[in-house]
T-cell receptor
Framework: DTGVSQDPRHKITKRGQNVTFRCDPI?????LYWYRQTLGQGPEFLTY????????KSRLLSDRFSAERPKGSFSTLEIQRTEQGDSAMYLC???????????FGSGTRLTVV | DQQVKQNSPSLSVQEGRISILNCDYT??????FLWYKKYPAEGPTFLIS?????DKNEDGRFTVFLNKSAKHLSLHIVPSQPGDSAVYFC?????????FGTGTRLKVLA
């Protein structure tokens, strides 16, 4: 297991299109997080899964955003009808139970033109 | 509502000297704190952590100090090396998620 994998690394899309990102966490990690980072800001929490259950969704996540984690393994984050303001780095992180911090993936950089 | 603040957006330090990065927080319910390092085009990587029941944790060249009464933590890097040049984020945990500061860009000058 080489860590948290995110795909794609980069995505350029036209405004109004739908995009989907994938995250494969570390296999023994039951907790999975999505964050968004824009220039000059720290990562901002979007949503959290424990196993397959989505336990929290930030107010930052409008109705155009949906995340899933079927079977408690990989996760997908979909953005419908993308807007220029959605341009950001989308980071996935996972961790096991206990006090340890996250392991982050390398992120998906989304550019909406 | 910025619960975790890093008030210095950037810091430059000579190689071999000490780098001190600061972080302030507002929520006394935070129970665990982390520092992450981030290079361009990569995800953040974990550096060092500290529990709220401790006031210091060391790992090699990195030491984190926690002052609960002041709601302040700091990361000391000594000696600083050019490879330490990156953006550093502090993060604080409440229940199951971490809240991040805005980051400090450290530049270590050779």
């Amino acid at each position: 297991d080489t860590g948290v994998s995110q795909d794609p690394r980069h995505k350029i899309t036209k405004r109004g299109q739908n995009v989907t990102f994938r995250c494969d966490p570390i296999s023994e990690h039951n907790r999975l997080y999505w964050y968004r980072q824009t220039l000059g800001q720290g990562p901002e929490f979007l949503t959290y899964f424990q196993n397959e259950a989505q336990l929290e969704k930030s107010r930052l996540l409008s109705d155009r955003f949906s995340a899933e984690r079927p079977k408690g393994s990989f996760s997908t984050l979909e953005i419908q009808r993308t807007e220029q303001g959605d341009s950001a780095m989308y980071l996935c992180a996972s961790r096991a139970d206990g006090p340890d911090g996250y392991t982050f993936g390398s992120g998906t950089r989304l550019t909406v033109v | 509502d910025q619960q975790v603040k890093q008030n210095s957006p950037s810091l430059s330090v000579q190689e071999g000297r000490i780098s001190i990065l600061n972080c302030d927080y507002t929520n006394s319910m935070f129970d665990y704190f982390l520092w992450y390092k981030k290079y361009p085009a990569e995800g953040p990587t974990f550096l060092i952590s500290i529990s709220s029941i401790k006031d210091k944790n060391e790992d090699g060249r990195f030491t984190v100090f926690l002052n609960k009464s002041a709601k302040h933590l700091s990361l000391h890097i000594v000696p600083s090396q050019p490879g330490d040049s990156a953006v550093y984020f502090c993060a604080a945990r409440r229940t199951y998620k971490y809240i991040f500061g805005t980051g400090t860009r450290l530049k270590v000058l050779a």
